[in-house]
């Protein structure tokens, strides 16, 4: 059977829970309540387990925090022996205005520390979902920015994005990257 890991970035701990840079926590919590799945705390994460037409499908939520998240997808990649070109990480981006998201085959981590902590344990080559929050921050205020809280009318903003990411999950299961790409980045813009 097909197996793929799904890693939503974001931090452990109350009071994270609807911060900027928990918008990958955010995209899992949403496509696990549209599949009616539980997760469990587990080694190195919080993990949900699905199938979508026979592809067996891992979610993750590392608990390692931010900086350290490659622990978690490397030693999940391994203990199921799921292939990289079968990951899929979201991660929260400042370069894309909130609302907008990039889905990407592979690349640079950007600046984000969660996506290169992951590229120093298993390299560039994994796709990931980046889902915009926006830059609205003065000089020097990025780690505000990013661990400050969404205001209702942000969440309201972002919404459909986070729905559409729940789709571009089972795009990435059912069609892979080039197909999935093709079909929502143009949706993504802003």
Do not use: Q
């Given at each position: 059977m097909d197996k793929y890991l799904i890693c939503g970035l974001g931090n452990p701990g109350d009071e994270?829970?609807?911060t900027r840079h928990n918008t990958g926590f955010?995209?899992?919590?949403?496509?696990?309540?549209?599949?009616?799945?539980?997760?469990?705390?587990?080694?190195?994460g919080f993990v949900a387990e699905t199938s979508?037409?026979?592809?067996?499908?891992?979610?993750?939520?590392?608990?390692?925090?931010?900086?350290?998240?490659?622990?978690?997808?490397?030693?999940?990649?391994?203990?199921?022996?799921?292939d990289e070109s079968r990951l899929l990480v979201v991660s929260d981006d400042v370069a894309l205005p909130l609302g907008a998201f990039r889905l990407k085959g592979s690349g640079s981590n950007g600046g984000h520390n969660g996506l290169g902590h992951i590229q120093q344990m298993i390299g560039p080559d994994y796709a990931r979902l980046r889902m915009g929050v926006g830059n609205d921050y003065p000089r020097g205020g990025q780690i505000d920015w990013v661990l400050g809280h969404y205001s209702e009318d942000e969440k309201k903003e972002l919404q459909p994005a986070i729905d559409t990411a729940v789709d571009i999950i089972k795009s990435f299961v059912l069609a892979g990257i080039d197909i999935t790409m093709n079909q929502y980045n143009k949706l993504g813009k802003k």
């Open positions: 994270y829970a609807g955010m995209v899992l919590d949403a496509f696990a309540k549209a599949s009616n799945i539980c997760f469990e705390d587990k080694r190195y979508i037409k026979g592809r067996k499908v891992f979610l993750l939520k590392p608990t390692t925090f931010m900086n350290l998240s490659g622990n978690a997808v490397r030693y999940w990649l391994n203990k199921e022996n799921i």
